[in-house]
Protein backbone atom coordinates (compact mmCIF):
# COMPACT_ATOMS: atom_id res chain seq x y z
CA UNK A 1 0.00 0.00 0.00
CA UNK A 2 1.30 3.20 -0.85
CA UNK A 3 -1.07 5.69 0.14
CA UNK A 4 0.49 8.55 2.35
CA UNK A 5 -1.48 9.96 5.25
CA UNK A 6 -1.14 13.84 5.89
CA UNK A 7 -3.99 14.13 8.45
CA UNK A 8 -6.66 12.35 10.40
CA UNK A 9 -8.84 14.33 12.88
CA UNK A 10 -12.81 13.54 14.27
CA UNK A 11 -15.24 15.80 13.46
CA UNK A 12 -18.92 16.69 14.36
CA UNK A 13 -21.04 18.47 11.65
CA UNK A 14 -24.20 19.76 11.69
CA UNK A 15 -23.79 20.82 8.14
CA UNK A 16 -20.94 20.88 5.60
CA UNK A 17 -19.08 24.62 5.52
CA UNK A 18 -18.67 24.00 2.14
CA UNK A 19 -21.79 21.33 0.41
CA UNK A 20 -19.76 22.03 -2.75
CA UNK A 21 -16.73 20.09 -2.30
CA UNK A 22 -13.85 19.90 -4.30
CA UNK A 23 -10.04 18.63 -3.05
CA UNK A 24 -6.15 18.37 -3.50
CA UNK A 25 -6.25 15.48 -1.98
CA UNK A 26 -8.08 12.28 -1.16
CA UNK A 27 -10.07 12.27 2.04
CA UNK A 28 -11.53 9.37 3.63
CA UNK A 29 -14.74 9.25 5.57
CA UNK A 30 -15.89 7.14 8.64
CA UNK A 31 -18.97 7.89 10.08
CA UNK A 32 -19.02 7.21 13.08
CA UNK A 33 -22.74 8.18 13.86
CA UNK A 34 -25.19 10.08 12.09
CA UNK A 35 -25.72 10.16 7.86
CA UNK A 36 -24.77 12.43 5.07
CA UNK A 37 -25.47 12.53 1.38
CA UNK A 38 -22.77 12.64 -1.39
CA UNK A 39 -23.46 13.41 -5.27
CA UNK A 40 -20.73 13.04 -8.02
CA UNK A 41 -22.28 13.59 -11.14
CA UNK A 42 -25.54 11.58 -11.55
CA UNK A 43 -24.57 9.24 -8.51
CA UNK A 44 -25.88 10.02 -5.40
CA UNK A 45 -25.53 7.81 -2.38
CA UNK A 46 -26.18 8.01 1.22
CA UNK A 47 -23.42 7.35 3.66
CA UNK A 48 -24.81 5.67 7.33
CA UNK A 49 -22.97 4.94 10.76
CA UNK A 50 -19.92 2.40 10.29
CA UNK A 51 -20.07 3.19 6.52
CA UNK A 52 -17.27 5.14 4.80
CA UNK A 53 -16.95 7.49 2.16
CA UNK A 54 -14.10 8.49 -0.60
CA UNK A 55 -13.89 11.97 -1.96
CA UNK A 56 -10.94 11.66 -4.87
CA UNK A 57 -8.68 14.70 -5.09
CA UNK A 58 -9.42 16.93 -8.20
CA UNK A 59 -13.35 16.03 -8.98
CA UNK A 60 -16.52 18.11 -7.71
CA UNK A 61 -18.79 16.73 -5.16
CA UNK A 62 -22.19 18.11 -3.39
CA UNK A 63 -22.71 16.68 -0.15
CA UNK A 64 -25.26 17.30 2.86
CA UNK A 65 -25.81 16.38 6.12
CA UNK A 66 -28.61 14.76 6.54
CA UNK A 67 -28.73 13.46 10.58
CA UNK A 68 -26.08 15.15 12.75
CA UNK A 69 -22.68 13.40 11.88
CA UNK A 70 -19.85 12.11 13.88
CA UNK A 71 -16.90 11.25 11.59
CA UNK A 72 -13.27 10.59 11.25
CA UNK A 73 -11.74 12.60 8.42
CA UNK A 74 -8.13 10.94 6.70
CA UNK A 75 -6.12 13.23 4.27
CA UNK A 76 -4.08 11.43 2.20
CA UNK A 77 -2.10 11.08 -1.10
CA UNK A 78 -2.17 7.76 -3.20
CA UNK A 79 0.99 8.11 -5.69
CA UNK A 80 -0.36 4.74 -7.60
CA UNK A 81 -3.93 5.07 -7.58
CA UNK A 82 -6.60 4.35 -5.06
CA UNK A 83 -7.10 1.28 -3.75
CA UNK A 84 -10.91 1.85 -3.42
CA UNK A 85 -13.12 0.40 -5.79
CA UNK A 86 -15.98 2.63 -5.10
CA UNK A 87 -16.73 6.06 -3.33
CA UNK A 88 -18.92 4.12 -0.69
CA UNK A 89 -16.74 2.13 1.64
CA UNK A 90 -19.47 -0.76 3.53
CA UNK A 91 -16.68 -2.82 6.56
CA UNK A 92 -18.61 -6.23 6.81
CA UNK A 93 -16.49 -7.08 9.97
CA UNK A 94 -18.51 -4.19 12.10
CA UNK A 95 -15.96 -5.34 15.40
CA UNK A 96 -13.16 -5.10 13.78
CA UNK A 97 -14.28 -1.17 12.48
CA UNK A 98 -15.80 -0.49 16.15
CA UNK A 99 -12.74 -1.40 17.83
CA UNK A 100 -10.63 0.97 15.06
CA UNK A 101 -13.29 3.85 15.86
CA UNK A 102 -12.91 3.32 19.62
CA UNK A 103 -8.87 3.53 19.57
CA UNK A 104 -9.06 6.53 17.77
CA UNK A 105 -11.84 7.91 20.13
CA UNK A 106 -9.41 7.30 23.07
CA UNK A 107 -6.41 8.75 21.15
CA UNK A 108 -8.46 11.55 20.89
CA UNK A 109 -9.18 12.58 24.63
CA UNK A 110 -5.86 10.61 26.17
CA UNK A 111 -2.45 12.21 26.52
CA UNK A 112 -1.30 10.11 22.97
CA UNK A 113 -3.53 12.72 21.38
CA UNK A 114 -0.94 14.37 18.90
CA UNK A 115 0.56 11.19 18.39
CA UNK A 116 0.49 11.02 14.26
CA UNK A 117 2.04 7.47 14.57
CA UNK A 118 -0.44 5.84 16.32
CA UNK A 119 -3.49 7.15 13.78
CA UNK A 120 -1.16 6.55 10.52
CA UNK A 121 -1.27 3.07 11.87
CA UNK A 122 -5.36 2.72 13.18
CA UNK A 123 -5.25 4.55 9.20
CA UNK A 124 -3.60 1.62 7.16
CA UNK A 125 -5.68 -0.95 9.34
CA UNK A 126 -8.55 0.32 7.59
CA UNK A 127 -7.14 0.59 4.75
CA UNK A 128 -6.03 -3.44 5.40
CA UNK A 129 -9.50 -4.33 6.60
CA UNK A 130 -11.05 -2.94 3.28
CA UNK A 131 -8.59 -4.97 1.26
CA UNK A 132 -9.10 -7.92 2.79
CA UNK A 133 -12.76 -7.74 2.40
CA UNK A 134 -12.88 -6.37 -1.13
CA UNK A 135 -10.44 -7.39 -3.21
CA UNK A 136 -9.04 -10.42 -2.31
CA UNK A 137 -12.71 -12.23 -3.01
CA UNK A 138 -12.65 -11.06 -6.46
CA UNK A 139 -9.82 -12.00 -7.71
CA UNK A 140 -9.33 -14.96 -10.35
CA UNK A 141 -5.73 -15.92 -9.80
CA UNK A 142 -6.63 -19.65 -8.95
CA UNK A 143 -3.22 -20.39 -7.78
CA UNK A 144 -2.96 -16.85 -5.05
CA UNK A 145 -6.52 -18.19 -3.49
CA UNK A 146 -5.08 -21.32 -3.09
CA UNK A 147 -2.50 -19.68 -1.32
CA UNK A 148 -4.69 -17.50 0.81
CA UNK A 149 -6.77 -20.91 1.37
CA UNK A 150 -3.45 -22.35 2.46
CA UNK A 151 -2.53 -19.26 5.04
CA UNK A 152 -5.81 -19.31 6.33
CA UNK A 153 -5.54 -22.68 7.17
CA UNK A 154 -2.18 -22.46 8.90
CA UNK A 155 -2.47 -19.51 10.45
CA UNK A 156 -1.98 -20.86 13.90
CA UNK A 157 1.50 -22.15 13.02
CA UNK A 158 4.43 -20.54 11.78
CA UNK A 159 4.01 -19.58 8.00
CA UNK A 160 6.98 -20.07 5.62
CA UNK A 161 6.13 -18.29 2.61
CA UNK A 162 8.26 -19.15 0.35
CA UNK A 163 6.88 -22.88 0.79
CA UNK A 164 3.23 -21.24 0.33
CA UNK A 165 4.29 -20.21 -3.27
CA UNK A 166 6.15 -23.47 -4.37
CA UNK A 167 2.81 -25.50 -3.06
CA UNK A 168 0.92 -23.18 -5.41
CA UNK A 169 3.44 -24.05 -8.32
CA UNK A 170 5.00 -20.64 -8.25
CA UNK A 171 8.45 -19.42 -7.43
CA UNK A 172 8.96 -17.23 -4.48
CA UNK A 173 9.86 -14.40 -6.52
CA UNK A 174 6.18 -15.07 -8.90
CA UNK A 175 4.60 -15.51 -5.93
CA UNK A 176 5.61 -12.42 -4.25
CA UNK A 177 4.37 -10.52 -7.34
CA UNK A 178 1.29 -12.35 -8.12
CA UNK A 179 0.46 -11.72 -4.95
CA UNK A 180 0.84 -8.34 -4.85
CA UNK A 181 -1.48 -7.95 -7.86
CA UNK A 182 -4.02 -9.60 -6.74
CA UNK A 183 -4.14 -8.70 -2.99
CA UNK A 184 -3.11 -4.80 -3.03
CA UNK A 185 -0.39 -6.19 -0.39
CA UNK A 186 2.40 -8.31 0.72
CA UNK A 187 2.22 -11.81 1.72
CA UNK A 188 3.55 -11.22 5.04
CA UNK A 189 1.52 -7.96 5.55
CA UNK A 190 -1.32 -9.98 4.50
CA UNK A 191 -0.13 -12.86 6.86
CA UNK A 192 0.23 -10.09 9.82
CA UNK A 193 -3.24 -8.64 8.97
CA UNK A 194 -5.13 -11.43 9.75
CA UNK A 195 -3.39 -12.60 12.58
CA UNK A 196 -3.94 -8.98 14.22
CA UNK A 197 -7.67 -9.29 12.77
CA UNK A 198 -8.50 -12.55 14.88
CA UNK A 199 -6.13 -11.32 17.77
CA UNK A 200 -8.63 -8.11 17.75
CA UNK A 201 -11.75 -10.20 17.44
CA UNK A 202 -10.78 -12.88 20.12
CA UNK A 203 -9.89 -10.17 22.23
CA UNK A 204 -13.06 -8.76 21.83
CA UNK A 205 -15.62 -11.64 22.03
CA UNK A 206 -13.56 -14.16 24.56
CA UNK A 207 -12.25 -13.85 27.54
CA UNK A 208 -8.91 -16.18 26.84
CA UNK A 209 -5.84 -15.33 28.01
CA UNK A 210 -3.19 -12.90 26.20
CA UNK A 211 -1.04 -16.47 26.36
CA UNK A 212 -3.68 -18.28 24.39
CA UNK A 213 -4.52 -16.16 22.11
CA UNK A 214 -1.23 -15.67 20.95
CA UNK A 215 -0.85 -19.50 20.40
CA UNK A 216 -4.06 -19.59 18.02
CA UNK A 217 -2.91 -16.39 16.34
CA UNK A 218 0.50 -18.17 15.78
CA UNK A 219 2.99 -15.98 17.37
CA UNK A 220 5.78 -17.70 18.82
CA UNK A 221 4.95 -16.86 22.54
CA UNK A 222 3.18 -13.90 24.77
CA UNK A 223 5.95 -11.47 24.68
CA UNK A 224 6.26 -11.38 21.33
CA UNK A 225 2.71 -11.13 20.47
CA UNK A 226 2.26 -8.23 23.04
CA UNK A 227 4.98 -6.46 20.95
CA UNK A 228 3.86 -6.91 17.51
CA UNK A 229 0.04 -5.58 18.46
CA UNK A 230 1.72 -2.64 20.34
CA UNK A 231 3.68 -1.84 17.22
CA UNK A 232 0.42 -2.31 15.11
CA UNK A 233 -2.02 -0.07 17.51
CA UNK A 234 -0.24 1.76 19.74
CA UNK A 235 -2.01 -0.18 22.31
CA UNK A 236 -1.37 -3.50 24.66
CA UNK A 237 -3.35 -6.38 24.45
CA UNK A 238 -4.66 -5.85 27.48
CA UNK A 239 -4.96 -2.09 27.42
CA UNK A 240 -6.94 -2.89 23.89
CA UNK A 241 -9.27 -4.90 25.71
CA UNK A 242 -9.85 -2.95 29.05
CA UNK A 243 -10.59 -0.01 26.10
CA UNK A 244 -13.69 -1.90 25.11
CA UNK A 245 -15.29 -2.18 28.30
Do not use: W
Not at 41 to 47: A, F, G, M, R, S
Not at 118 to 139: A, G, K, S, V
Not at 168 to 191: C, E, H, M, N, W
Amino acid sequence: MNEQLILCRGAHRERFRLERFFGTDHILVIVKQGSFSMKCQDVELTVRANEGAVFRKDILYDRRVIEPVDLYLFRFQAPDGLIFASDHIVFRDRVRLASTLAMLEQLDTGICKDDFEIRNHLFRDLLTQYTLENEIPQHHDQRIAEAIRRIQHHLHEKIDLADVGAKSGLSYVQFLRRFKAATGISPSDYVAALRMQKAKEMLSNTPRTIKEIADVCGFSNEYYFSNFFKKQTGLSPSAFRASLS
